[in-house]
């Protein structure tokens, strides 16, 4: 290549590259934009509902079947693996004794127990083949414990 193709091919290159940061510069700049506030500023937000609202942890508790479900709301209050717990009162329709659960347990070896205000365990979940946890305490309660149909429940 002959020196003078290679300055002039410098000298195109350098021209390309400015021109693109000039094309940014304005592209980026402030300007007209063709929002009409008054009616933007007048769309209302939906209020989420309380059950709606993702940021705080719920886990639908299920019987056998599924048709009898209730939601339970741990809340994180400081200490690693223990959550204050917050159940609807239709749980102990699934389980009398989940009506005293208090606290959520995050367990070492990834089961979960539901406890009393003394720490005694009212049920524990282990993890399922799926997406739930499975009760597997006491063996005689049949119970599942999911995200899942959070919203549509």
């Known amino acids: 290549m002959k020196p003078a193709n290679t300055v002039l091919l410098a ?10 940061f000039l094309d940014f510069a304005t592209y980026t700049s ?3 934009t063709n ?9 209302t937000s939906e209020e989420p509902r309380q059950n709606d609202i993702l940021d705080v942890p719920t886990f639908v508790i299920s019987g056998p079947g599924g048709s009898a479900k209730c939601k339970a709301f741990p809340a994180e209050n400081g200490l690693p693996g223990h959550n204050a717990l917050t159940i609807e009162q239709g749980c ?21 127990d539901l406890a009393d205000d003394t720490g005694r365990t009212i049920v524990a979940f282990s993890p399922g083949d799926g997406l ?10 049949v119970l599942s414990m999911s995200t899942e149909g959070v919203l549509t429940y």
């Open 11 to 20: 000298l195109v290159s350098a021209v390309a590259v400015i021109a693109m």
């Open 92 to 112: 102990a329709g699934l389980y009398p004794p989940l009506a005293q659960a208090r606290t959520w347990h995050n367990n070492e070896d990834g089961t979960i």
């Open 132 to 141: 739930a946890y499975i009760s597997i305490e006491p063996r005689s309660v």
């Open 35 to 43: 929002v009409d506030t008054a009616t933007t500023a007048s769309i």
């Open 30 to 32: 402030g300007g007209e």
